[in-house]
């Protein structure tokens, strides 16, 4: 693993606030952080010093919340007035360009659209993280509302990889076969509403490194990767890739790209690799590290 010891890293201010806007999900991943928040439904009864991260009858968990110390459950953000004026105090007293939508699974909001609304009218940039099991329902739509880009969280490839991780309720081959189908409709969806795609896959530890590298990326296709400052691709199916670190929110940081004074380099050389590339060499490093597979306009 000499290629991560060479990791160029930059660090950027991040001026993006993020909003958990439900609770609700459709899986149960052993490493969700669920934004450091108790999962309700496992907490509803439960007093504040009694809240527990470990796994309930809903099979989720909070790997975060014994050190982030939430006091409170989470409940559904309303598309109202209460909410506009949230962001506006926020943005008055932080310099803050982006909202980013976050979880449990935001496309399982009933009103995502009326939120997005609601966010772009201080022409803040609005984005989301999302698992895509309900992407290709509510996409039209929230594309329409101003809805800027979707980052995809995945970890499995296949249905066996993505059941392994779940909980007892949920670990089902059949059942995750059926949520990666959503997962690309929702690419689908996405990109023929003109929605930026990203994805990143979940390395939990170094021990995943290995699996996650035996797999080619999968390629966006019908997009056009146009790298700041190059030229246009020939060929419509060619994927950008980009490298990000991780943090403990679960928030993957500054990417690296050609406008950043990075040179594209061809696939198995060590080292970041960005801009338009058919190759498989995609990097990443930390001690949590994540892949990000990056389709670009």
């Not at 928040?37 to 309930?56: E, I, K, L, Y």
């Not at 459950?73 to 803050?96: C, E, K």
């Amino acid at each position: 693993m000499q290629y991560l010891s060479n990791l160029p890293v930059e660090v950027r201010p991040d001026r993006t606030l993020r909003v958990k806007i439900t609770d609700a999900c459709g899986l149960a991943c052993s490493f969700c952080h669920n934004e450091g928040t108790p999962v309700t439904a496992d907490n509803m009864h439960r007093p504040a010093d009694q809240f527990t991260g470990s796994s309930g009858r809903s099979g989720r968990v909070s790997i975060y919340l014994r050190t982030n110390g939430a006091d409170f459950l989470p409940s559904r953000i309303a598309a109202d007035a209460d909410f506009a004026l949230a962001l506006a105090a926020v943005r008055g007293a932080l310099p803050t360009s982006e909202v980013h939508l976050t979880v449990g699974e935001p496309t399982l909001h009933p009103d995502l659209p009326g939120l997005i609304t609601i966010a772009r009218r201080p022409g803040l940039t609005v984005g989301l993280t999302s698992n895509g099991e309900a992407g290709a329902a509510v996409l039209p739509a929230a594309a329409a509302a101003g809805l800027d880009r979707i980052n995809l969280s995945v970890f499995g490839t296949t249905p066996e990889e993505l059941a392994a991780v779940q909980g007892p309720r949920r670990a089902s081959p059949k059942l995750a076969e059926r949520k990666l189908a959503a997962l690309d409709a929702t690419i689908e969806a996405a990109t023929a509403h003109g929605v930026k795609v990203s994805a990143n896959i979940v390395i939990p530890d170094r021990s995943h490194v290995d699996r996650v590298l035996r797999h080619e990326p999968r390629r966006v296709r019908h997009e056009r990767a146009v790298p700041r400052g190059g030229r246009v691709p020939r060929r419509r199916d060619r994927t950008s890739y980009k490298t990000a670190r991780h943090d403990n929110t679960g928030r993957a940081g500054m990417p690296l790209s050609p406008a950043h004074g990075q040179r594209p380099k061809p696939p198995g050389r060590a080292g970041p690799v960005s801009g338009s590339v058919p190759g498989r060499a995609v990097r990443g490093g930390g001690s949590c590290p994540r892949w990000r597979a990056v389709s670009r306009r």
